[in-house]
């Protein structure tokens, strides 16, 4: 298992290093004179030689990269162009909102795939079946801030029940923290609860069919011990994979979602960034997405050891 | 007590097809004693599996259905008797063995946790106790270092060993009945060996009855006091083990003996049944066995066959029982 | 057709079909049985032609703005209601259609033009090759697709072409995989040595027996991949980095109805249902392509 663990860690080195090479080329790619865009364009001569001078692009592209990655190895991803907030800082303010939006989404997926998913599986070729998997096809179809949008006219604006707009933080009482987030995770969750309902329906029912299920049933195990147990953990796989992949799913939608319910999260900077071309920030927010993307993968690479003890020895 | 331990009296299944529902077992008849060993024997497709599936009830309950009969665990009718109850016996009055040792454990699981969980299941007690329990199961059926080896999970075992598990599985609440379904023929011919001297043992030391399935007439002489031989869904011959290998009372219980590896050895070649096993709904008229029947007559042909009971105290299916002197493997 | 029933084991429904006589016949026979995916490629069919028949179906210039007549609700003169410039819903959603339909297809042949080639080189070459490409792609697949496109999109500056190219860079490696799994699956069969041993060059190896054999999960993967374009536009669009106005897509028509939801809820309510039944029928399309045109799973082939 350790050696499995830190094989597994090791493989991301390579990865980082080629996401650190694209973020960085973003600069590369700014038509035109990077510092003129970067010093706005009333800039004056004298300011355009500065900001270059700042920015090092008077340097070989292969010491600019150096310095970017060194500095960002140390925690250190540079500065607004507009606030001279530190990036990181910026980020690290943003996030509670973002992980908490994210939790929400799959909170409110697995709530919906879970019985969804079990339920299909049971009752294959029926008509729960039939439903379920209607809904996992119309549910990645929809685009989200239209759910998100019908949401507000249904939930908020015709029976008043949630919030349209806003987000309470943590600090201020778990209740209205939770209310705020019930329509913003059910517009991100959707999506995803469809992708787990179609991925559990399809390995729950394979696994029910192997010889330990019936083995798990000629001994006696109560339907429910035999679908709970031994059925869930054995098709979890594939499902936790899936979950997984989700996440890059999740922060992306998360920029929509923040934007229909005005959370000023991640997504809200990135826009902001987007917007006031922002290069650091810009540069920040998707090393940092990448990064989460990374580290979630790693995670749900490393559950399959407990879900598959046969993945330990590998 | 007079009856029997089991009884499965006059059994009739049907499953479910595309053009509708075809009778799979037919009128199956046979007796368990306690502590005795029976053998169910047939090809693929005579139907010993459905009858071993329709004991512990474990037909898909969509796809099949009992059409007639009974089935009768001391005493107890099996038949029509509610989901909940019939879970709660299985496993803890009456347990099954596998084929398939690879795949017939939880891969996700330790074995110990696997046993542990049937014996809380039927036996309550804290988890401390339920895992004792198993280690100790475990040790009866000669898996070293118990202990530790409880702690393993199936992949680590080999198929042998696993099948001790499964073994162990079964016996853990110490059932009246165990049914075996092909225990050994996925297994090396010395692995083969052991667990049938496990079975015997297991036998002998609790009073386990055993229903032992099989296409393998070799094995069946090894470990059971009678057999049961069934075609096509039917039983074909009944009787006692050594009766039945001196003088077989039926065509295909002939057939079978002399397509028994253990003969080739003897006769230099090794014989083989011509044809194969009917499909179920399209079954031959009369004599289901007939086509494939080096004894057949005219009258095998449309003649409705029933069991005839023999004197010995067997039963056959033939119709030329009385006139017919077959060959044994004595 | 026979249906036989083993007496042994658990499932007595196997149905043997009749050996096919071609791929074609065999895929419209399938095809045959996918009433969702029929239905899906009838919609698709019908929602092509109304935009490709814009001009011919449209009852208002959908540019004209009327300021007397803004945010009325569907009926009378407007089928679908006017916008906040009073301009007609239904016919300005016909030429959005016509944006977001373009932009969807240009994306997937980004991602196409993209993906084959390396796809393949990756497969042939093998070793370090191979290792490179995959490594790259990993990486581009680490990246949450939407938060990529709207850095490109914020460094490139706003606009639809620049923001369907990134989308296109992002699907690409859907493409390579795919491909670079279908040359080293072909590479295994015989027939493919056989004739590499009587003389045959890489690219008729690659004409006559890869693009061939790519070419249904390739038809599949394009399907399902404009329904994620079309998705992305729609969500690019939406937050204002897609199609700048005046003109319109329909998730940039879902932007500007959004500030009236409370008032005139027809400005989001119909481009979305527009965009939920074409991502919709893309992605049953899809399904039904891959259920109808997948090598045949069950026993004889």
């Not at chain 2, 001196?246 to 028994?260: D, G, I, K, N, V």
Request: glycine residues 10%; proline residues 6%; contains cysteine.
């Amino acid at each position: 298992m350790l050696r499995y663990t830190v094989r597994r860690i090791l493989m991301i080195i390579p990865l980082l290093f080629l996401v650190s090479l694209g973020v960085f080329a973003l600069v590369l790619l700014i038509p035109g004179d990077p510092a003129i865009t970067i010093a706005g364009e009333n800039a004056t001569e004298a300011q355009i030689d500065a900001t270059r001078e700042r920015l090092g692009l008077n340097d070989p592209v292969l010491v600019q990269y150096a310095s970017w990655a060194g500095n960002a190895l140390t925690g250190d991803l540079g500065s607004s162009l507009f606030s001279n907030e530190s990036v990181v800082g910026a980020i690290g303010g943003r996030f509670p909102v973002t992980l908490s939006l994210t939790v929400a989404a799959m909170v409110a997926a697995l709530l919906i795939a879970v019985p969804a998913g079990i339920t299909a599986a049971l009752r294959r070729g029926r008509w729960q079946d039939r439903g379920a998997t209607l809904f996992a096809s119309v549910g990645i179809s929809l685009p989200n801030f239209w759910v998100g949008i019908l949401l507000i006219m249904a939930f908020a604006l015709a029976f008043p029940i949630f919030p349209a707009v806003g987000y309470t933080p943590l600090s201020d009482g778990v209740g209205p923290w939770v209310l705020g987030l019930v329509l913003p995770g059910i517009t991100l969750g959707t999506a995803v609860a469809a992708e787990i309902t179609r991925q559990l329906r399809g390995s729950l029912s394979d696994t029910l069919q192997q010889d330990f299920i019936r083995t798990a049933r000629a001994n006696g195990l109560t339907a429910r011990a035999v679908i709970a147990k031994h059925g869930l953990k054995n098709a979890a796989v594939p499902v936790v994979t899936v979950m997984g992949f989700q996440i890059g799913f999740l922060l992306g939608g998360s920029v929509i979602v923040e934007r229909v319910f005005g959370l000023p999260g991640l997504g809200d900077l990135a826009i902001r960034a987007v917007l006031q071309r922002d290069i650091p920030m810009i540069q920040g927010i998707v090393v940092v997405s990448a990064l989460i993307v990374m580290l979630v993968n790693l995670v749900v690479d490393l559950s399959y050891g407990w879900l598959n003890p046969k993945v330990r020895q590998a | 007590m007079s009856e029997p331990l089991l009884v499965v009296e006059d059994l009739s299944v049907e499953f479910a097809t595309d053009t509708g529902w075809v009778q799979v077992l037919d009128g199956v008849t046979f007796g368990v004693d306690r502590g005795e060993t029976v053998g169910l024997v047939g090809e693929s497709g005579s139907g010993k599996t459905v009858t071993s599936l329709s004991i512990l009830g474990l037909l898909p309950p969509e796809g099949s259905r009992v059409t007639a009969g009974s089935i009768r665990l001391d005493g107890v009718e099996l038949v029509g008797m509610p989901k909940r109850r019939l879970e709660a016996m299985r496993g803890d009055e009456i347990s099954m063995i596998f084929q398939e040792p690879m795949t017939s454990l939880d891969p996700a699981f330790r074995v110990g946790d696997q046993i542990a969980e049937v014996v809380r299941r039927h036996r309550g007690g804290s988890r401390r106790e339920a895992w004792k329990r198993a280690v100790e199961v475990l040790e009866t059926v000669g898996i070293a270092n118990a202990g530790s080896r409880a702690r393993s999970y199936p992949h680590e075992f080999s198929g042998g060993m696993r099948q001790r598990v499964m073994i162990a599985m079964a016996l853990s609440c110490e059932p009246k009945l165990i049914i075996a379904d092909e225990p050994t023929t996925a297994l090396d011919v010395t692995i083969q060996a052991q667990v049938l001297d496990l079975l015997r043992s297991m036998r002998d030391e609790f009073g386990t009855a055993v229903v032992f399935v099989t296409h393998d007439l070799g094995v069946v002489a090894d470990i059971c006091d009678r057999a049961v031989v069934m075609y096509a869904g039917q039983v074909v011959e009944r009787s006692e083990i050594d009766a039945l290998y001196a003088t077989p009372h039926h065509p295909y219980t002939e057939a079978l003996l002399s397509a028994m590896p253990q003969l080739v050895a003897r006769t230099g070649r090794l014989a083989t049944i011509p044809g194969s096993t009917p499909p179920a709904g399209s079954m031959p008229a009369g004599c289901r066995f007939h086509p494939r029947c080096g004894h057949v007559r005219d009258r095998c042909r449309d003649t409705l066959v029933a069991e005839r009971r023999l004197d010995g105290g067997g039963t056959s299916r033939c119709l030329r029982v009385s006139d017919l002197v077959l060959k044994g493997s004595a | 057709m026979t249906t036989t029933a083993p007496t042994d084991g658990l499932d007595g429904r196997e149905a043997l079909a009749p050996p096919e006589p071609t791929a074609r016949a065999r895929f419209v026979r399938r095809f045959r049985r996918q009433l969702p995916a029929q239905l899906a490629l009838g919609y698709l069919v019908v929602v092509v032609a109304g935009v490709a028949l814009a001009p011919l179906l449209a009852t208002h210039d959908p540019l004209v703005q009327n300021l007397n007549g803004v945010l009325q609700p569907p009926g009378g003169g407007h089928v679908l209601g006017t916008d906040d410039l009073g301009r007609d819903v239904f016919s300005r959603a016909l030429y959005a259609g016509r944006v977001s339909l373009v932009a969807a297809a240009e994306a997937v042949g980004v991602a196409v033009l993209l993906g084959v080639v390396p796809g393949l080189v990756a497969g042939y070459a093998g070793k370090a090759v191979d290792a490179v490409i995959m490594r790259v792609t990993d990486a581009l697949m680490s990246f949450p697709p939407l938060i990529l496109a709207i850095a490109f999109v914020g460094v490139l500056g706003p606009s639809l072409t620049n923001a369907m190219i990134v989308i296109g860079v992002i699907f690409a490696p859907r493409f390579v995989r795919l491909v670079r799994g279908t040359v080293i699956a072909i590479r295994e069969e015989t027939y493919i040595e056989a004739s590499r041993s009587i003389g045959t060059g890489t690219a008729t190896v690659i004409r006559r027996h890869v693009l061939p054999n790519a070419l249904s999960p390739l038809i599949v993967q394009i399907s399902l991949t404009a329904a994620m374009a079309m998705l992305a536009e729609a969500s690019l669009s939406f937050l204002g980095l897609g199609v700048q106005p005046p003109d319109a897509s329909w998730g940039s028509m879902i932007e500007r109805g959004f500030r009236y939801t409370a008032s005139a809820p027809w400005l989001t309510v119909f481009p979305g249902l527009l965009i939920a039944l074409t991502v919709l029928a893309f992605n049953l399309l899809g399904d039904g392509l891959r259920d109808s045109l997948g090598r045949e799973i069950r026993r004889g082939s």
